[in-house]
């Protein structure tokens, strides 16, 4: 590259659960820079989130976690041109791009959900995602097998 690489920028936790995993997801969330509104989904999300939760289970945010890590993809398939064909590649992920494209997956099939507001819709997904079940943990899954089938290509790594 021939430019320095771009510094990282702090990012402030947010108000309510002091987190900056949560202001990410609300950055990914955010709809022409409309960051209050972007909050409001989420923590509207997450008070449907503890709505529907059981008794024994873990609060809200934990179960976001969860459902974070398990739309989390460890592997992904890239294209490659060798010899006048394409290949698709299995390469495993950096950590930080893991953590985006989960949020990216969550926020995608959520809105692609059939309820009333953006904040039920979310809640729903990450219900889902928790439970390892919906769109977006079976996009994983789907990305995961991708993976697997061409693993015979492996052996030409960038």
Do not use: C
Request: proline share 4%; no cysteine; charged share 35%.
């Amino acid at each position: 590259m021939r430019k320095t690489k771009a510094k990282k920028r702090p990012l402030l936790p947010d108000p309510k659960f002091n987190d900056q995993l949560v202001t990410r997801f609300v950055n990914n969330l955010m709809f022409d820079g409309k960051k209050s509104i972007a909050f409001k989904i989420f923590y509207d999300a997450m008070d449907i989130v503890e709505a529907k939760k059981g008794e024994n289970e873990k609060d809200s945010l934990e179960i976001w976690k969860d459902a974070l890590t398990n739309v989390m993809p460890h592997v992904e398939v890239r294209s490659r041109r060798i010899g006048g064909a394409n290949f698709q590649i299995p390469m495993p992920i950096r950590a930080d791009r893991k953590i985006s494209m989960a949020m990216k997956w969550l926020i995608k099939y959520s809105t692609a959900r059939n309820d009333k507001s953006m904040a039920q819709k979310l809640a729903s997904e990450v219900i889902a995602a928790a439970k390892e079940e919906g769109a977006a943990y079976k996009k994983k899954t789907d990305t995961h097998r991708m993976a697997e089938a061409n693993k015979a290509f492996s052996h030409f790594k960038f």
